[in-house]
């Protein structure tokens, strides 16, 4: 909580030195800390709320009091610092962290590269406005309100001398969060059934702390964000929810055409404005500050200029950044209202205040409901608005408009009697409203329907199979096709060997697995040769869906596509000369990095996943872990960004009750010296789940509780 409070207030240096001066610079220039303040002063409207936030920091702040520097945990030895008092500022600094972690930075910067690189008929045809393979939560509805008449530019804005990023970043991918819910219809035991695995960059100590919650008021359980006083994924006795992260922008970047070096006045709508400077003070460890001015616009904050470095590469220069995360919101309200809703329609109303970042949640009752409902404040945008960097002078660029609550996509009590979310884009062609945004590949999705759909009834167990699954349907779907275009005769001995691997592949990502490895090589040289230096290689790495999708698209196209020979390096080559040279190249490359084909060449050996603690001390880390999955398959792990299902949660209706079973990559405390600092993680690789003991009162007794613990209040 200290730690990543420091973070989004730009403290880190002060705690561990000039290198993480940068880091507090972005920090700042984002206005981390202006949109903390702003959303705190949201919450000091809202009294009861309020006084929430104040009682959990007296919590807190008695549990910091009650203990000696010896007892603080054992990085606060090691990093050589004590922790701070806790303040509902940290709170909502904390908030905002997640909200950005869940928003970001976008890839507006690639493509306008790929904009001023092809033009943009091409860019249209490279980044399409919708999904090539759409498979939405919310269709076949009929909607009662037409699409926006909004004005917009006669053509996209090109910035001028526009860099080209040519390296790949070190950033993390898309969250890859999976939900899905089935009907009593459905279900083992005719009462609804949901499950949620929110996928994020794993960290030590473990990013969720599990716990009931229990007052006179309400009786939830699930995970929370260590600093945030509400369940964020859960159930209580009526209803169960999950989330995910849905992709959807609401951060634009707006180029600043400023009037001379002095950046005192801007150009807007043909007029010079005056733009604001801020002085922001970063204490160093070792006893010296370093000023760092940030300037602001209409817009937001100018957060990189001309030339200086960013901690994210992804980030524009010259660019204001308008992030919804800098608007007052109160979701603090939202999953106070969320922790004690009893029905669809107290679960309607919580969303209510959900504003920044957008989520999608999936939602069960003992009523016997199912829903889905894409939340946030979203704003009404023409087609490709906020895809590019936009032009700062003109107004056509602004937000003109804003989506009404009721119009978000949502759905209830489908004829499927299932619903899934995983990050995709939402709805079908019938909805009326554009949206933006960065989708991942279809193939997760997918699977999560295709298996919904086998069967006839499920219980919690099939359930937690589901989560494991490691089944590539990409692979499934591409690899006969490459493997037919391969002139097998050409290739050497060693060759065919690997393909001899491919070709009896299952398609499961296994651990012990050789064909995902040399699979995953074989298709990331075809993304490149395809993309070409038209696309950013840092893009074409982290292959966002629609990017990922169009690619396969191409791949399983009987003829060669005009788009595929504009865009190949060597402009004469085709797909088959193409899936040819990769396919031997990649089998020269993997020998040389992993030696003969052999078990050197398992996925799990290439990939191991390695658990990071969260001030980089790399002994407090755990792994690497050997593990299967990918960014595709429904247990979507990367190991290369530390990044996977950070909780696992089943939840059941019963009529007795209800029952959850529940997983952590890591442990329950964030103390290294603790027995429960990662004794949960080896049965989370194996994804194995235990039963959650969830009370009916703080009086029940059990036979699992090991520990009571009975905390008086302090006074106010």
Same mark, same amino acid.
Request: a negative charge; charged letters at 25%.
């Given at each position: 909580?200290?730690?990543?409070?420091?973070?989004?207030?730009?403290?880190l240096?002060?705690?561990?030195?000039?290198?993480?001066?940068?880091?507090?610079?972005?920090?700042?220039?984002?206005?981390?800390?202006?949109?903390?303040?702003?959303?705190?002063?949201?919450?000091?409207?809202?009294?009861?709320i309020?006084?929430?936030?104040?009682?959990?920091?007296?919590?807190?702040?008695?549990?910091?009091?009650s203990?000696?520097?010896?007892?603080?945990?054992?990085?606060?030895?090691?990093?050589?610092?004590?922790p701070?008092?806790?303040?509902?500022?940290?709170?909502?600094?904390?908030?905002?962290?997640?909200?950005?972690?869940n928003?970001g930075?976008?890839?507006?910067?690639?493509?306008?590269?790929i904009?001023?690189?092809?033009?943009e008929?091409?860019?249209?045809?490279?980044?399409?406005?919708?999904?090539v393979?759409?498979?939405?939560?919310?269709?076949?509805?009929?909607?009662p309100?037409?699409?926006?008449k909004?004005?917009?530019?006669?053509?996209?804005?090109?910035?001028?001398?526009?860099?080209y990023?040519?390296?790949?970043?070190?950033?993390?991918?898309?969250?890859?969060?999976?939900?899905?819910?089935?009907?009593?219809?459905?279900?083992?035991?005719?009462?609804?059934?949901?499950?949620?695995?929110?996928?994020?960059?794993?960290?030590?100590?473990?990013? /969720?702390?599990?716990?009931?919650?229990?007052?006179?008021?309400?009786?939830?359980?699930?995970?929370?964000?260590?600093?945030?006083?509400?369940?964020?994924?859960?159930?209580?006795?009526?209803?169960?929810?999950?989330?995910?992260?849905?992709?959807?922008?609401?951060?634009?970047?707006?180029?600043?055409?400023?009037?001379?070096?002095?950046?005192?006045?801007?150009?807007?709508?043909?007029?010079?404005?005056?733009s604001?400077?801020?002085?922001?003070?970063?204490a160093?460890?070792?006893?010296?500050?370093?000023?760092?001015?940030?300037?602001?616009?209409?817009?937001g904050?100018?957060?990189?200029?001309?030339?200086?470095?960013?901690p994210?590469?992804?980030?524009?220069?010259?660019?204001?950044?308008?992030?919804?995360?800098?608007?007052a919101?109160?979701?603090?309200?939202?999953?106070?209202?969320?922790?004690?809703?009893?029905?669809?329609?107290?679960?309607?109303?919580?969303?209510?205040?959900?504003?920044?970042?957008?989520?999608?949640?999936?939602?069960?009752?003992?009523?016997g409901?199912?829903?889905?409902?894409?939340?946030?404040?979203?704003?009404?945008?023409?087609p490709?608005?906020?895809?590019?960097?936009?032009?700062?002078?003109?107004?056509?660029?602004? /937000?003109?408009?804003?989506?009404?609550?009721?119009?978000?996509?949502h759905i209830?009590?489908?004829?499927?009697?299932?619903?899934?979310?995983?990050?995709?884009?939402?709805?079908d062609?019938?909805?009326?409203h554009?949206?933006?945004?960065?989708?991942?590949?279809?193939?997760?999705?997918?699977?999560?329907?295709?298996?919904?759909?086998?069967?006839?009834?499920?219980?919690?167990?099939?359930?937690?199979?589901?989560?494991?699954?490691?089944?590539?349907?990409?692979?499934?779907?591409?690899?006969?096709?490459l493997?037919?275009?391969?002139?097998?005769?050409?290739?050497?001995?060693?060759?065919?060997?690997?393909?001899?691997?491919?070709?009896? /592949?299952?398609?499961?990502?296994?651990?012990?697995?050789?064909?995902?490895?040399?699979?995953?090589?074989?298709?990331?040289?075809?993304?490149?040769?395809?993309?070409?230096?038209?696309?950013?290689?840092?893009?074409?790495?982290?292959?966002?869906?629609?990017?990922?999708?169009?690619?396969?698209?191409?791949?399983?196209?009987?003829?060669?596509p005009?788009?595929?020979?504009?865009?190949?390096?060597?402009?004469?080559?085709?797909?088959?000369?193409?899936?040819?040279?990769?396919?031997?190249?990649?089998?020269?490359?993997?020998?040389e990095?992993?030696?003969?084909?052999?078990?050197?060449?398992?996925?799990?050996?290439?990939?191991?996943l390695?658990?990071?603690?969260?001030?980089?001390?790399?002994?407090?880390?755990a792994?690497?872990?050997?593990?299967?999955?990918?960014?595709?398959?429904?247990?979507?792990v990367?190991a290369?960004?530390?990044?996977g299902?950070?909780?696992?949660?089943?939840?059941?209706?019963?009529?007795?009750?209800?029952?959850?079973?529940?997983?952590?990559?890591?442990?329950?405390?964030?103390?290294?010296?603790?027995?429960?600092?990662?004794?949960?993680?080896?049965?989370?690789?194996?994804?194995?789940?235990?039963?959650?003991?969830?009370?009916?009162?703080?009086?029940?007794?059990?036979?699992?509780?090991v520990?009571?613990?009975?905390?008086?209040?302090?006074?106010?």
């Amino acid at each position: 909580m200290d730690f990543q409070s420091r973070a989004a207030e730009g403290r880190l240096a002060e705690i561990l030195g000039p290198d993480l001066i940068d880091f507090d610079r972005f920090q700042r220039s984002i206005g981390m800390p202006m949109a903390a303040r702003t959303f705190l002063d949201e919450i000091e409207r809202d009294s009861e709320i309020y006084d929430l936030v104040k009682a959990y920091s007296r919590g807190v702040n008695a549990y910091i009091e009650s203990l000696q520097p010896k007892d603080y945990p054992t990085e606060f030895e090691l990093i050589g610092y004590q922790p701070e008092l806790w303040t509902p500022l940290k709170t909502a600094c904390l908030f905002k962290h997640a909200a950005w972690a869940n928003t970001g930075v976008g890839y507006a910067l690639q493509v306008s590269q790929i904009l001023s690189s092809v033009g943009e008929s091409l860019m249209r045809s490279i980044i399409p406005e919708k999904p090539v393979f759409p498979e939405p939560t919310v269709k076949s509805i009929s909607w009662p309100f037409p699409p926006f008449k909004l004005k917009k530019p006669e053509r996209l804005f090109i910035p001028p001398n526009l860099r080209y990023l040519a390296s790949e970043p070190g950033a993390a991918p898309l969250g890859g969060s999976n939900s899905w819910v089935v009907s009593g219809e459905k279900s083992f035991n005719g009462h609804a059934l949901l499950a949620c695995d929110p996928h994020t960059e794993l960290q030590l100590p473990s990013i /969720w702390y599990e716990l009931q919650l229990v007052s006179q008021t309400v009786n939830a359980y699930g995970a929370s964000l260590p600093g945030i006083p509400n369940i964020i994924v859960g159930f209580n006795k009526q209803i169960a929810w999950g989330i995910t992260a849905t992709g959807v922008d609401v951060s634009d970047w707006y180029h600043i055409t400023f009037k001379d070096k002095s950046k005192d006045e801007y150009l807007y709508d043909g007029q010079w404005e005056k733009s604001r400077k801020a002085v922001e003070t970063i204490a160093v460890k070792g006893d010296f500050v370093v000023k760092h001015e940030v300037i602001y616009t209409r817009h937001g904050p100018v957060v990189r200029e001309d030339g200086t470095p960013a901690p994210d590469p992804f980030v524009p220069e010259q660019a204001a950044l308008r992030w919804l995360g800098h608007d007052a919101s109160n979701e603090i309200r939202g999953f106070y209202a969320l922790n004690r809703a009893r029905n669809h329609d107290e679960f309607v109303s919580s969303l209510t205040y959900f504003a920044c970042p957008p989520l999608g949640f999936i939602f069960a009752s003992r009523d016997g409901d199912i829903a889905f409902r894409q939340q946030g404040k979203f704003p009404a945008r023409w087609p490709y608005q906020g895809r590019v960097i936009a032009d700062g002078s003109d107004p056509l660029y602004l /937000w003109q408009d804003w989506i009404p609550f009721e119009q978000n996509p949502h759905i209830r009590n489908p004829a499927d009697n299932y619903l899934s979310s995983a990050n995709q884009y939402p709805v079908d062609e019938s909805y009326p409203h554009y949206i933006a945004g960065t989708f991942p590949s279809h193939f997760r999705i997918k699977r999560i329907n295709q298996l919904l759909e086998q069967k006839d009834r499920f219980s919690p167990a099939d359930f937690l199979q589901m989560q494991a699954d490691v089944f590539d349907l990409r692979a499934a779907t591409l690899l006969p096709r490459l493997i037919e275009l391969l002139n097998q005769e050409a290739l050497s001995q060693e060759e065919r060997e690997v393909l001899s691997f491919l070709s009896e /592949w299952d398609y499961k990502v296994d651990k012990a697995a050789i064909a995902p490895t040399a699979f995953a090589a074989w298709l990331n040289s075809i993304n490149f040769s395809i993309w070409g230096d038209k696309v950013p290689l840092c893009f074409q790495a982290e292959r966002p869906g629609l990017i990922d999708d169009l690619a396969a698209h191409f791949i399983l196209q009987a003829s060669e596509p005009s788009l595929i020979e504009n865009m190949l390096i060597h402009r004469k080559q085709t797909l088959i000369e193409v899936n040819q040279r990769s396919f031997q190249e990649i089998c020269n490359s993997l020998k040389e990095k992993l030696g003969p084909l052999g078990e050197e060449w398992e996925w799990g050996r290439v990939w191991g996943l390695r658990i990071p603690h969260l001030s980089g001390i790399e002994e407090l880390g755990a792994g690497p872990l050997k593990i299967g999955g990918n960014g595709v398959t429904i247990n979507d792990v990367s190991a290369k960004h530390s990044f996977g299902p950070s909780w696992r949660l089943i939840v059941s209706f019963t009529d007795q009750g209800v029952k959850a079973w529940t997983s952590l990559p890591g442990g329950q405390s964030g103390d290294p010296r603790s027995e429960h600092y990662i004794d949960q993680l080896q049965k989370w690789a194996q994804a194995e789940m235990s039963e959650s003991l969830y009370l009916d009162s703080p009086d029940a007794e059990d036979d699992r509780i090991v520990l009571k613990l009975d905390l008086e209040p302090a006074p106010p």
